[in-house]
């Protein structure tokens, strides 16, 4: 109507309580907006609006040495995971798309010319050796010894590199109905820290 008008620069902005859904049927449906304004959707997960935390010590540092600790649970996945530790992502170096993550302990290293077996840490039998492929460390160094030394970028650099994350994702991870998931495992030698001090603990019990 507005093309029609004779105002075919005007902008259309739309705004509330807009999500991913409703910008994707308004879109469908052949709706001529510019601008989508997304504000509480954005900062409060409608469906998820309280996010449950709570910490948990993984490591104490006595003297020098590290003394990985783990709190034991009935419930399987309040179980913490042990160790000072690395996180990395795993990308297909032919693809540039991101295979999955990797916690390991600290001192680890991937080596990337060799093949390299992920598995699932609560279903073990499920494992997937991957080869050709890229090793990222994901963790930044804040502070050192109470000092701020990470260099902050801007708020255009930290939008340029979520779009290019996004954009190492499988469609099949990114569609909203079904989504297959994107996998965090553990190292074999992370996993089997965490198994050594479950039956350490089993034993005392």
């Not at 990985?68 to 000072?84: A, D, G, M, R, W």
């Not at 990222?136 to 290019?164: D, E, H, M, W």
Request: aromatic content about 10%; overall charge neutral; some cysteine.
């Amino acid at each position: 109507m507005l093309d029609e008008s004779g105002f075919p620069d005007c902008e259309i902005i739309a705004s509330n309580s807009l999500d991913e859904y409703i910008i994707r049927d308004m879109l469908l449906q052949g709706a001529r907006v510019d601008t989508f304004g997304v504000g509480e959707r954005l900062i409060t997960s409608a469906s998820s609006p309280v996010f449950d935390g709570v910490y948990e010590l993984s490591a104490l540092e006595r003297n020098g040495v590290i003394e990985p600790k783990i709190k034991l649970s009935e419930n399987v996945t309040k179980i913490n995971v042990p160790c000072f530790k690395k996180v990395y992502r795993l990308f297909d170096r032919d693809t540039g798309k991101a295979i999955a993550d990797l916690v390991t302990i600290a001192q680890e290293e991937i080596d990337e010319r060799e093949p390299y077996e992920l598995f699932d840490p609560n279903y073990t039998w499920k494992r997937k050796k991957v080869e050709n492929f890229v090793a990222r460390s994901l963790l930044k160094l804040i502070f050192k010894k109470g000092k701020y030394v990470y260099n902050q970028p801007t708020l255009a650099q930290i939008k340029a590199y979520c779009s290019s994350q996004i954009d190492t994702l499988w469609n099949e991870v990114l569609r909203f109905e079904n989504p297959h998931n994107y996998y965090v495992d553990l190292s074999q030698t992370l996993y089997d820290e965490k198994s050594r001090l479950i039956e350490r603990l089993r034993k005392l019990k």
